[in-house]
């Protein structure tokens, strides 16, 4: 696979084009910055963990039937996937209130949500991402009512597969971010990546925090956090309690 | 009507209960508040002039059909109403790019929506009035699934018919905002005030604003506008081309 030109460099990684026309190269980076780009800064080893960890949670989501961009690992920080168009909403489900959430609704952290909530946000970082109702989404001509709701399905079957997922590896999957995109047949994929700066991602034992909140709120043993993560994601889930007793 | 005690004094009016349990009085008070409250001042005779076009504006939806908690303009600053359970959502209807719309989605003032946009705010000085999606409404339990459906068709048929009287009065309805309120029965009614302080309204032929941004943009002619509001409410209503063609 030839790496060609770069197309795009975002805050956390690099997209560029292959030999392929219908493939791309993502290049995961250690840089990270929070609140609309206000902090910057960079974590050690981030993008050699979020590569590995986006892979194993992508393969987890295709084995179960979900619709991915991934294709394949092809070195430490460098995921090769199918080419698509992105959809320019980031579409966040939470089962536990924090973050913006609590800033806007004035929720304590922690808080469980009854139903998991899906919301859409503007991809747009000169606006600061805000949110939309579906809407706005129609009157921006961003998606059709029919694709918002496969959005939404979408998000609410990953959010399932992923709540087992962290489960059985001690973790409580609080909220996280995806992204969609286009094939030229209209196909929807999932897209970009699932990690530690996209998740919200507490130890289910001792509520700690193991996701970019760290950074975000400088709560220190920031690299320890990502390492951790992709230490329980690449070992053998435990058995749930409620599996041992199937 | 007896005046009784003082319910609730926000930040242009206030409420006192009546000898009546299920009527309310409402004064509108010359104070104006903008940006959650940031910036403060008087607008002479508003209270007065805010209270005859509610009260105009009112028996004209009430004449088309709506229903709403008018009863009777009592004095100069003062309506008389049902006494209702207010909903914790501003309901604002959009014809016309403006205000939080284009600081939220970047598009330029004036621009006009190819559809009138429904958006709910929450209720929530505190918060700073956030937007809401349907799926936070639900969460929150602030109405019913059934209950914001009614709420957005009555929007949409008060903005059908505001926006005719005004055109009848040479004023484009840029946007509004609404409240409503239930009765112990569960019956809901359009509720508060409806005035400069709450609809954007521009002359058809300058475009000149007359309403609340004149105070929150400290464009002048503040009470000007208000007054000339008002004078075209109590006028008879030009007949529009269409109309003089039946």
Redesign the interface.
């Known amino acids: 696979m030839q790496r060609g030109e770069k197309l795009y460099e975002g805050k956390a990684k690099v997209v560029y084009a292959t030999d392929q026309p219908d493939q791309l190269l993502i290049e995961f980076k250690d840089e990270a910055t929070a609140f609309d780009g206000k902090k910057r800064g960079t974590i050690a080893q981030k993008g050699v963990r979020n590569a590995a960890i986006t892979a194993v949670i992508y393969r987890y989501l295709q084995d179960h039937g979900i619709p991915t961009h991934f294709l394949a690992q092809v070195s430490d920080t460098v995921l090769l996937v199918r080419k698509v168009k992105i959809i320019p909403l980031e579409v966040v489900v939470r089962n536990i209130a924090a973050g913006s959430f609590c800033r806007?609704?004035?929720w304590p952290e922690g808080q469980t949500?009854?139903?998991p909530?899906?919301?859409?946000f503007?991809k747009?970082d000169?606006?600061g991402d805000?949110?939309l109702?579906?809407?706005?989404i129609q009157?921006?001509r961003l998606a059709t009512p029919e694709q918002v709701e496969r959005l939404k399905t979408l998000a609410l079957q990953v959010n399932q597969l992923l709540q087992r997922f962290w489960s059985e590896r001690g973790i409580v999957l609080v909220d996280f971010k995806l992204e969609f995109g286009q094939t030229p047949t209209g196909e929807i994929l999932l897209a970009d990546e699932i990690s530690p700066d996209t998740c919200r991602l507490w130890d289910a034992s001792t509520g700690d925090k193991l996701d970019k909140d760290r950074f975000r709120q400088d709560l220190g043993r920031v690299e320890e956090a990502y390492a951790e993560i992709l230490r329980r994601v690449t070992s053998s889930p435990a058995a749930t309690p409620a599996e041992r007793g199937k």
Chains 1, 2 share one sequence.
């Open positions: 806007r609704l004035g949500l009854f139903n909530l899906v919301e859409f503007y747009d000169r606006l805000p949110l109702t579906e809407d706005h009157l921006l």
